[in-house]
Nanobody
Framework: QVQLVESGGGLVQPGGSLRLSCAVS????????IGWFRQAPGKEREVVSC????????YYADSLKGRFTISKDNAKNTVSLQMNGLTPEDTAVYYC????????????WGQGTRVTVSS
């Protein structure tokens, strides 16, 4: 059974940082691209970042480049998303995903973790 469990969300002030983690079980990071998506209130879900089967194969949404960094630990089967310079516009529920063929049409989803950026 495939499970993706996110953690690390919470309330942070503008300009602050958070590190999200996704614990993956039931599939191997050697064969799946793991992604982070987010859905803000009243908006569609959008891709944030993905990391492929190799650490150097990463994707970031243009608006987030330079602030967010995705990484993975194959031994622990975890993927992390380091988020810096957070703004209220980053407020959303963040979802971890797993995609066998790419980044944008995941086969599996986590339950999400809420990030709120507010003073």
């Amino acid at each position: 059974q495939v499970q993706l469990v996110e953690s690390g969300g919470g309330l942070v002030q503008p300009g602050g940082s958070l590190r999200l983690s996704c614990a993956v079980s039931g599939l191997s990071l050697n064969y799946y691209t793991i992604g982070w998506f987010r859905q803000a209130p009243g908006k569609e879900r959008e891709v944030v970042s993905c990391i492929g089967t190799t650490d150097t194969n990463t994707y970031y949404a243009d608006s987030l480049k330079g602030r967010f960094t995705i990484s993975k630990d194959n031994a622990k089967n975890t993927v992390s998303l380091q988020m810096n310079g957070l703004t209220p516009e980053d407020t959303a529920v963040y979802y971890c995903s797993a995609d066998r063929l790419g980044c944008f049409e995941p086969d599996y989803w986590g339950q999400g973790t809420r990030v709120t950026v507010s003073s």
